[in-house]
């Protein structure tokens, strides 16, 4: 098997290093041996090397792909197979999304329209809802609470859909793996005032993060920021939430009282489910005259990808259902990468995210 230099993940040759995170890296991989060099480009997520001595890790992972594969809704990254590599690491294999997070489409100065916005918070919200109401063998609830909703954890591909991943986090009443007493799960600009104290969690805990994501891609800029942990701690639990019709002009009371609503400290004046939030969002949207757009979306996407990997970006790649295909062109464009060290942003999602170079 030709070799990219990484290695391997069971029978998958990994090609390119796309981004490291708290827990776990994603490559973007193909299936050796199969179709020759025109077998479908898949993204490969494994645990960190200096953490797979803790079995928690692994089992984080594995409980990642039951959850996913419990999960169905084309605004969740589903989870194609998983197993043991060399030495024993985990892995999972999802399908390679081509485009980038909602953190990168959304970043100033450049904000997205109005009605592009709401239209991808609300796709996220449908995902979440998917997996707030996934349900096990026997059709009982799972209680799926995902804890780690931010525009990081929310891709948006060159087709124009926003697609939620990242369930490394979730947490299901029956699950496997328990987080150890004391762990900080999440990233705390975007915890909800519940999750903040410590307390128990539901899934309004969730919309209330993905009102936090809502306010900020609309707004343009960050809402709970600080220059501590106790100081973003503080302004998620004190700090006033401007409106959002005072922050984006052309945003109107309907929209910006349905976000407020998400927003709410109180829970049980929140959205009830993020299904309620989703549809909430769009009837404002309507009334308001945000109109969405997938194409820009999805214009807006295939430019911020890097450069080599534009290619994959074509109508052609993105619409087979398996995925982009590893043709030898691309393959050399992923090597080459490889070789100048090219990876991409600090987070482990699962996506072709624009990249640095390492120093």
């Given amino acids: 098997m030709e070799s ?39 993204a490969v997520k494994r645990i960190r090397a200096d953490l797979r001595h803790d079995p928690m890790y692994a089992e984080m992972l594995f409980d990642e792909a039951g959850l996913a594969s419990r999960i169905a809704s084309p605004h969740v990254v589903p989870v194609l197979d998983r197993g043991l590599g060399g030495g024993g690491a985990p892995y999972l294999v999802m399908p390679l999304i081509v485009g980038v997070t909602l953190k990168r489409l959304a970043r100033p100065p450049d904000p997205l329209e109005i009605g592009d916005a709401i239209e991808l918070v609300a796709q996220a919200a449908d995902g979440l809802h998917a997996a707030h109401e996934a ?29 939620l991943c990242d369930l490394g986090l979730a947490w299901a009443l029956r699950r496997a793996t328990r987080t150890k007493t004391g762990t900080v799960k999440g990233k705390l600009s975007y915890f909800s005032p519940e999750q903040a104290h410590a307390r128990p969690l539901d899934r309004r805990s969730d919309v209330f993060s993905l009102g936090a994501v809502a306010w900020e891609v609309v707004a343009g ?34 929209v910006a009282g349905v976000v407020a609503r998400a927003l709410e400290r109180d ?33 807006r996407a295939a430019e911020r990808l890097p450069e080599p990997l534009r290619p994959l970006a074509s109508i052609s790649s993105i619409s087979r259902p398996g995925g982009p295909l590893a ?10 990468m490889h070789a100048a060290g090219v990876v991409g942003e600090g987070d482990s999602s699962g996506m072709v995210a624009p990249a640095s170079r390492r120093g």
């Fill in 4 to 42: 990219a230099g990484l290695g391997g993940a069971g029978p998958y040759e990994l090609l390119v290093q796309l981004a490291t995170g708290g827990m776990a890296e994603v490559f973007i991989a193909r299936r050796a041996g199969e179709a020759g060099e025109r077998a479908p480009l898949v």
């Fill in 327 to 336: 043709t030898p062109e691309i393959l050399d464009d992923l090597r080459a």
């Fill in 135 to 163: 349900r096990d063998g026997a059709g009982e609830p799972l209680q799926v609470i995902h804890r780690d909703i931010s525009p990081s954890n929310i891709l948006v591909g060159v087709d124009g859909r926003a697609r």
């Fill in 221 to 254: 800029r960050r809402l709970f920021a600080g220059s501590s942990m106790l100081s973003i701690l503080h302004a998620v639990l004190e700090r006033e939430v401007p409106p959002l019709s005072r922050e984006r002009e052309g945003v109107g009371p309907a």
């Fill in 267 to 299: 829970r049980d004046a929140r959205w009830p489910t993020a299904a309620d939030f989703a549809a909430a969002l769009r009837d404002a949207a309507g009334r308001e005259g945000h109109a969405a757009s997938r194409e820009r979306v999805g214009a």
